[in-house]
């Protein structure tokens, strides 16, 4: 059955290096033909989003996220703050226009952000997790993975890359930040166990999806109310450098240097500094405490299930 929906698009425009502005007219032509009822606006910042994200609840219209995996979260952060305690959590949408998009990867969405936007008219409400990330500054949910370590390191080259790669920056990244890794000492505790590692990277996954596909959990579900943790101990370069790739079909968790435990909450420091990443955006500091907010949100997915 197709629903003509009130919906308000939030949109980051500089999302994806524009790509997400390059595609809203493709988009706004696509709703408006399926009879939608539909107001756009652009962010600002952040909380911009989570101002936009209130007043479409205020007008009874459905948020939509266009973007990339970060505005996504933050449309979702908000939402479930604002219904906190009605039977139904809050109903959103999500267009892609980021560079990953791994959101979209992660619960079925198309990728083409003109294809997903029938999903928002013949779509199913399911229940989604939030993970959130808590810190010296303040809260950040989000709906992908939080990592720390040589995660972080990778997304802070993304950042401040200038490189026009699309979505192999992150590939780019990684390769750039092996180069110059020396091992960390995390001390983590794991729903109050202590979980001490030397390596790599701890990452807290909500979905299984992160860096343009890579399938970093590979078993881990938007909808199990649990979060999985993902850690690589210390090994060569050389040995790190052909596990690489199997993450991308989410083999590598079956190499001796990766472990993989379930949690619910996981509290997260280190031997040096370094800024925790979420949907790739910056979301807190060490030491910081990830937990899981279950059935959080309702997100319209493709009815045959993603």
Not at 15 to 21: E, Q
Not at 132 to 142: E, I, K, L, R, Y
Not at 270 to 290: H, M, S
Request: hydrophobic share 40%.
């Amino acid at each position: 059955m197709i629903v003509q929906r009130r919906l308000q698009l939030i949109v980051n425009p500089s999302a994806g290096g524009g790509r997400s502005a390059r595609a809203l007219p493709g988009v706004e032509r696509a709703l408006r033909e399926a009879g939608h009822d539909l107001r756009t606006t652009l962010t600002t910042s952040l909380r911009h989003a989570d101002e936009l994200t209130e007043q479409a609840l205020y007008d009874e219209r459905v948020p939509v996220a266009m973007g990339g995996d970060g505005i996504a979260g933050r449309v979702a952060g908000a939402l479930s703050l604002l219904t906190p305690h009605v039977a139904q959590p809050g109903l959103m949408g999500v267009l892609p226009g980021g560079r990953g998009n791994d959101l979209c990867r992660a619960v079925g969405l198309p990728r083409d952000p003109v294809a997903a936007c029938a999903v928002l008219g013949s779509g199913v409400p399911r229940a989604l997790d939030l993970g959130v990330v808590s810190s010296a500054t303040g809260d950040v949910p989000f709906l992908g993975i939080a990592g720390i370590g040589f995660d972080s390191e990778v997304q802070e080259r993304v950042l401040t890359s200038r490189l026009r790669l699309g979505q192999a920056v992150y590939l780019y990244g990684a390769l750039a930040t092996v180069a110059r890794w020396r091992p960390a000492r995390f001390a983590c505790r794991v729903d109050g166990s202590p979980f001490d590692v030397e390596g790599w990277t701890v990452a807290v996954c909500n979905s299984g999806r992160y860096g343009g596909g890579m399938r970093l959990a590979p078993d881990a579900s938007t909808e199990d109310g649990v979060l999985d943790v993902v850690a690589i101990a210390t090994s060569s370069r050389t040995h790190f450098l052909r596990t690489l790739p199997k993450v991308f079909r989410g083999t590598h968790v079956s190499d001796a240097s990766v472990s993989v435990r379930p949690a619910r909450k996981v509290e997260l420091s280190a031997d040096r500094p370094f800024r925790v990443f979420a949907d790739g955006d910056p979301a807190g500091v060490l030491p910081c405490t990830v937990t899981v907010r279950p059935a959080a949100v309702r997100l319209l997915l493709p009815a045959g299930g993603g």
